[in-house]
């Protein structure tokens, strides 16, 4: 189980970075609401990532909490 849960939160972390990242480059660029936007596009293209790579993972090995 803890296999599957550091890589879960590696997934986390990289995506709260790079969500951050996207912040600060759009909004330094164009304005606070353009980074806010996205930001949360950001989040929600990995969160979409990460529930396709749990339907590709065999059933065996998905975290369970």
Not at 17 to 41: D, E, K
Not at 51 to 59: N, S
Request: proline share 5%; glycine share 8%.
């Amino acid at each position: 189980m803890a296999g599957a849960v550091v890589p879960s939160i590696l997934f986390a972390l990289f995506a709260l970075f790079s969500a951050a990242g996207a912040y600060l480059i759009a909004s330094h660029a164009r304005s606070r609401a353009a980074g806010i936007v996205a930001a949360l596009l950001t989040l929600f293209f990995f969160a979409a990532l990460f529930l396709a790579l749990l339907a590709l993972m065999p059933q065996g090995t998905l975290p369970t909490g």
